[in-house]
């Protein structure tokens, strides 16, 4: 029997976790973890995320600060905002809603804030404390997607990972937690020679490219823990339906167990946020170990 991994569940009970662990901030030193987030321009989608987050923000307890900027603002202006984040005490978290308008330099803005509210583990700093194996914030995409991995094994120690696509904020960050786990991690790309192959070692295989279906039912190897973080929007029958990296219905039939999209990582994302701002709020406040 192949189990459905429930990313909707699982990630309720992040939240819910998260919630207690502001509770008892609050309660035992009068404390509201705050996380605030930039959006600039009118990008529907980004508008959406950003009304989410807000959203699960106020419902875990913490305060949400929204800046909404015009598109034309200056990448000057919005450094200027992210110092003045920076040195607000009030704020445990930044998040900047990418992507940012074409004359923002992405790289730039992100680099600016500071490394301990960094709740999206975007900057250099974080990158690199993840790859040294220090305490840092980790980005929230591939930290849900080793939780998911992790509710069907508790222990992945000696499997073998295969992560199919490098990018910053997806593919090497998964890498390196999945390493951090004692996987034997490959990481396969564009350029890989037969991923098919590639794939079919994997006793987790983790999808993150953005190409509808590209994983084939047999390239899973029987009983594999498939995690597919791709979020593909294509027609079919005339409908337009979300579909993830992997041909689920034939990797289900191998898998042994295995992320459904929507449904699987997408709703992570957002719990791991949470979870990285009452982090980011303990460490910072000195406020001790934190239950997250
Ligand atoms: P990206 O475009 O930055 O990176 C894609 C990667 O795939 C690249 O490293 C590239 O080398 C690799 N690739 C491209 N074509 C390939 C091929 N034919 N074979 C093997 N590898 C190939 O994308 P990303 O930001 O990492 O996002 C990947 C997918 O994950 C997208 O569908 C995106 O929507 C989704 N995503 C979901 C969440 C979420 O669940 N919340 C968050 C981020 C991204």
Do not use: F
Request: hydrophobic share 45%; with cysteine; glycine share 8%.
């Amino acid at each position: 029997m192949t189990t459905i991994i429930d990313g909707k569940a699982i990630a309720a009970s992040v939240r819910e976790k998260a919630a207690s662990a502001v509770a008892d901030i609050k309660s035992r030193h009068g404390v509201q973890p705050a996380l605030a987030v930039v959006l600039v321009g009118e990008d529907p989608a980004s508008q959406v995320y950003v009304r989410n987050k807000h959203v699960a923000t106020e419902k875990s307890g913490m305060r949400s600060i929204e800046h909404k900027l015009p598109e034309n603002t200056s990448e000057d202006d919005v450094v200027a905002l992210v110092r003045k984040l920076n040195d607000d005490d009030e704020v445990d978290g930044i998040l900047v809603q990418l992507p940012l308008p074409k004359h923002i330099s992405s790289d730039r803005v992100i680099n600016e804030i500071h490394p301990d509210k960094d709740v999206d583990g975007l900057t250099e700093v974080n990158a690199g404390r993840l790859i040294l194996g220090k305490e840092g914030l980790v980005p929230c995409t591939p930290q849900g997607s080793v939780i998911l991995a992790k509710t069907v094994t508790e222990n992945l120690s000696g499997l073998n990972a295969v992560v199919v696509g490098r990018s910053i904020l997806v593919g090497k960050p998964l890498a390196m937690l999945l390493l951090a786990e004692n996987c034997t991690v490959t990481m396969a790309h564009s350029r890989t020679k037969d991923l098919a192959a590639v794939c079919r070692e994997a006793d987790i295989l983790c999808a993150a490219v953005g190409i509808p279906r590209l994983i084939k039912g047999d390239w899973v190897k029987k009983g594999a823990i498939v995690i597919d973080v791709g979020i593909n929007r294509i027609e079919e029958s005339g409908k337009m339906r979300l579909v993830g990296d992997v041909d689920y219905d034939a990797a289900a039939e191998v898998a042994g167990a295995i992320t459904p999209v929507p449904g699987g990582v997408g709703p992570m994302t957002i719990a791991c946020l949470l979870r990285n701002t009452v982090l980011a709020a303990a460490r910072r406040r000195g406020l001790g170990k934190v239950e997250v």
